[in-house]
Nanobody, 122 residues
Framework: QVQLVESGGGLVQAGGSLRLSCVAS????????MAWYRQAPGNQRDLVAV???????DYADSVKGRFTISRDNAKNTVYLQMNTLKPEDTAVYYC????????????????WGQGTQVTVSS
């Protein structure tokens, strides 16, 4: 069973920084893209940043210039460096992976991590 496990969340003051990590483990053949989403209480889960296999990245307008997504393919790990954090960045952050498990012709599947809480105080 493929699993995504996030870490690095916590409580930080406005203007501070945090670095989230997400490790994919299990019977992975290949990883297409990995992304970070976030969900604040009462809100839908929104895309924050995505990193494709080809190395391209994209960001929500609200985090452009402050957040950076990166990947270490050898470690099946994706990171989210979050700088100049604002109270409105407070949310549970979820890792998302588009992954082909087991072997080259197995169907691609989508996986979610369990989430990590980020709280930014004003």
């Amino acid at each position: 069973q493929v699993q995504l496990v996030e870490s690095g969340g916590g409580l930080v003051q406005a203007g501070g920084s945090l670095r989230l990590s997400c490790v994919a483990s299990g019977p992975i053949h290949s990883i297409n893209s990995m992304a970070w989403y976030r969900q604040a209480p009462g809100n839908q889960r929104d895309l924050v940043a995505v990193h494709t296999t080809g190395g391209s990245t994209d960001y929500a307008d609200s985090v452009k210039g402050r957040f950076t997504i990166s990947r270490d393919n050898a470690k099946n790990t994706v990171y989210l460096q979050m700088n100049t954090l604002k109270p409105e960045d407070t949310a549970v952050y979820y890792c998302y992976g588009v992954i082909r498990p087991y072997y080259s012709t197995h169907p691609i599947q989508n996986y979610w991590g369990q989430g990590t809480q980020v709280t930014v105080s004003s």
